[in-house]
Structures are given as C-alpha cells and as structure tokens.
C-alpha cells in the first residue's frame, strides 16, 4: 500500500524559512505528478505547488510565487517544498499528494504536516 511520508513542518517568525518533504514509500516520482496543498479550517483548501513526473521547474500558486520552490531528488526519491519569506496567512495544513499530472484532481493525500506563522 502506497504512503506517504511527510515532515518539515512547524513554527517560525515571519520572513523564516520552512523546507517541507514528500518520501513516497515506492519510486514513483517519474510517473506522477506531486503536488502540494494546504488547508485552513473554515477556508477553501489551496492548491500550493506542483512538479510533473518530467520534472521542470514546479508550477506555483499566485500567493506563493517568487517564495516557495518545488524540486526533487529522484535519488533520495524525495520531493521537497522550500518555503522562504514566510508569512502569517502562510499558516495551515500541508499536505504532499499524487495527481496524474499538475492540473489533475489529487487521487492520493499524505497525512499533512503543520505549519504555523507567528511572532
């Protein structure tokens, strides 16, 4: 049974940096697309960033762009989301999840890591 392994996430000032990971437990990453969302309670969940099976450079949210990086190592068979310039509207649910490509609907979704943004 395919999971997901997820960690990073936690508590920084405004303008900190966060490094999330994705770790699949089967090497998939060539296959499907990653990508990541993050949730609010009371608010739409959001799709954050997406890298396609090919790999390339990661298609981003509006409010994310220019801050957040989405990559890979395919030998660590790992996908990691680099947050800088972190703000407090940053705060919410990640979750890493499986799509067949980037603007596809998510057919599988990690537990979710927390990140919180606060002085």
């Not at 994310?64 to 919410?92: C, H, Y």
């Not at 998510?106 to 919180?116: D, I, N």
């Amino acid at each position: 049974q395919l999971q997901f392994v997820e960690s990073g996430g936690g508590l920084v000032q405004p303008g900190g940096s966060l490094r999330l990971s994705c770790t699949p437990s089967e090497a998939i990453l060539d296959y499907y697309a990653i990508r990541w969302f993050r949730q609010v309670p009371g608010k739409e969940r959001e799709g954050v960033a997406c890298l396609s099976g090919s790999g390339g450079s990661g298609n981003y949210a509006d409010s994310v762009k220019g801050r957040f990086t989405i990559s890979r190592d395919n030998a660590k068979n790992t996908v990691w989301l680099q947050m800088n310039s972190l703000e407090p509207e940053d705060t919410a649910v990640y979750y890493c999840t499986l799509a067949y490509h980037c603007s596809g609907s998510p057919w599988y979704w990690g537990q979710g890591t927390q990140v919180t943004v606060s002085s």
